[in-house]
């Protein structure tokens, strides 16, 4: 699948400011990207820095007054997707290293509160069945709703309020996930299939590989609880805890949104 993608974002700082941008898509083997890539204004101070877990970069930047980042790829997406609902998970024992800090309470993802919830509505479930469950109760209960959270609601906020936009529904999905011993990590991306065109984000578990837990090392899969999004179609920026770990813009100051646009297409 290919994936055209091109992203406009204007700020002006009235004070000199730092700040970490996140908007190009992660150079991993699932998807290979070609074009001209990222553009942006002169700045005091630029340095590149790894993402979480080394997949994609963050720019740390310097800057007072106007400030744009212009970007444009094109993605080819080799991705190999699975039906979850046969995968298994793997006893807590037998994660990855790299894993286990998937499983932790995370600032916008407090997991612990919810283990009572997933054993009483998901107990008859285990591994990607479960998860599977996870996706369509949250698609099912809750409505996506533009303006109805803000940076800081967390995925206890949005559980109650049963509602929310793309961030919401990944964190719910996360911290249900974690509650069912399952990692679960947040992916920011771009989909084709978001609407009105925006930044994107999704939810990420970690399941036994196909034949079952024995001698398994297990792998990823990418779970949207809005619908907006297919695996196969998803081109990831960076991953993290939660959206703390990858907001495409985390700043050290005030920052004023002028423009941001973003389109993406298929082909």
């Known amino acids: 699948m290919t994936i055209s993608i091109e992203a406009h974002v204007a700020f ?64 080819q997406i080799n991705r190999t ?21 998937y499983l932790f309470d995370s600032r916008f993802c407090p997991a612990d509160r919810f283990q009572p919830f997933v054993e009483a509505e998901f107990g008859g479930t285990s591994g990607g069945e479960r998860i599977e469950a996870i996706r369509a109760w949250v698609a099912g209960n809750f409505s996506y709703a533009p303006g109805t ?39 920011s991306c771009y989909a084709p299939d978001v609407q009105p065109q925006d930044f994107h984000a999704v939810a990420e578990v970690f399941l036994a590989d196909p034949g079952g837990e024995e001698n398994s090392i297990g792998s990823w899969h990418l779970i949207d609880a809005t619908g907006m999004a297919t695996p196969s179609e998803i081109v990831k920026i960076g991953l993290g805890r939660d959206a703390a770990d990858v907001s495409f813009l985390t700043c050290y100051g005030m920052a004023q949104l002028q423009d941001k646009r973003i389109s993406v297409q298929r082909g």
């Open 149 to 187: 959270s803000d940076a800081t609601t967390t995925a206890v906020d949005s559980f109650v309020e049963r509602r929310g936009v793309c961030r919401d529904f990944a964190h719910v999905v996360v911290a249900l996930a974690r509650a069912s011993a399952i990692p679960a990590r947040f992916v």
């Open 12 to 75: 002006r700082f009235d004070q000199p400011t730092d700040f970490l941008l996140q908007m190009e898509a992660a150079a991993i083997p699932e998807q290979q990207l070609s074009g001209p890539g990222l553009s942006i204004s002169a700045s005091e101070h630029t340095a590149r820095v790894s993402g979480e877990d080394m997949i994609g970069e963050r720019i740390w930047l310097r800057c007072q007054g106007d400030f744009t980042a212009d970007y444009a790829i094109t993605a």
């Open 81 to 101: 997707i699975g039906d979850i609902q046969t995968l298994n998970a793997l006893p807590p024992h037998r994660l990855p290293g790299e894993t286990v800090s």
